[in-house]
C-alpha cells in the first residue's frame, strides 16, 4: 500500500472531470487500496480519486470511528430523494483548515460498482449522503468552496497560495 498525496485548492488538476471505469481490475483495486490508506492517515471521511490526480470515478468513505466501515463507490450515479436541503459544515482534504456551511439534499439514492465491480443500489442519508455529494462533485470538477460567496472563496484561495509559498 502506497500514501498518496493530496492535490490542494486552487491546484487546476481538481478542476478536470473524471472517466467512468470500464473494469474494476488490479489496478483500481489497489487505486482503492492506496486510496484508503491516505484517507485514513489524513485523516478524513471521504477521497475521491481527483484529489490523488487518477481522473477517474472512484471514491473511498468511511465515517465510522476505528476505520470500521469502510465503503467503495465505482462510477456513482445519485437520484435524490427529496429535495429537502440540509446544511452542515464541510471540510475537505484538498481545501485544509477551511469549515463553511454548504446546503445539500438530505435522502439519496446511489447506484454504483463495488470493489468486487458489482452493481449496488441503496439509500444514503445523513452525513453518508452529504460525503457521497461532496465525492461526487470532486469527480466533476467541483469543491465545496464553489458554493461559497466569490469573497468567501477568493480569501481562502489567497491564505492557501500564501501556506503554498511558504511550503516552497
Ligand atoms: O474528511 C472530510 N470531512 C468532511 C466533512 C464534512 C463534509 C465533507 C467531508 S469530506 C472530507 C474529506 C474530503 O475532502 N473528501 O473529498
Ligand atoms: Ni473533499
Known amino acids: 500500500m502506497a500514501r498518496l498525496s493530496i492535490l490542494e485548492f486552487p491546484d487546476p488538476r481538481l478542476r478536470k472531470v473524471a472517466e467512468p471505469v470500464n ?14 490508506e491516505t484517507m485514513y492517515a489524513a485523516p478524513g471521511i471521504g477521497l475521491a480519486a481527483t484529489q490523488v490526480d487518477v481522473h477517474e470515478r ?7 470511528d476505528n476505520q470500521q466501515a469502510p465503503r467503495v463507490f465505482i462510477n456513482p450515479t445519485v437520484v435524490i430523494l427529496d429535495e429537502t436541503l440540509g446544511e452542515y459544515d464541510e471540510g475537505c482534504l484538498s ?6 456551511t454548504v446546503n445539500r439534499p438530505t ?3 446511489v447506484t454504483a460498482l463495488n470493489k468486487e465491480g458489482e452493481t449496488f ?11 457521497l455529494q461532496h465525492e461526487i462533485d470532486h469527480l466533476e470538477g467541483k469543491l465545496f468552496v464553489d458554493y461559497l460567496s466569490p469573497l ?3 480569501r481562502i484561495r489567497g491564505k492557501l497560495e500564501k501556506a503554498h509559498r511558504q511550503r516552497a
Open 121 to 131: 443500489t441503496e439509500e444514503l442519508q445523513g452525513l453518508m449522503a452529504i460525503c
Open 95 to 100: 481545501v485544509p483548515g477551511f469549515y463553511e
Open 152 to 154: 468567501k472563496r477568493q
Open 107 to 109: 435522502r439519496i439514492a
Open 23 to 36: 473494469e474494476v481490475d488490479s489496478r483500481i483495486k489497489t487505486l482503492i487500496d492506496d486510496m484508503f
Open 58 to 64: 472512484v471514491i473511498v468513505m468511511d465515517i465510522s
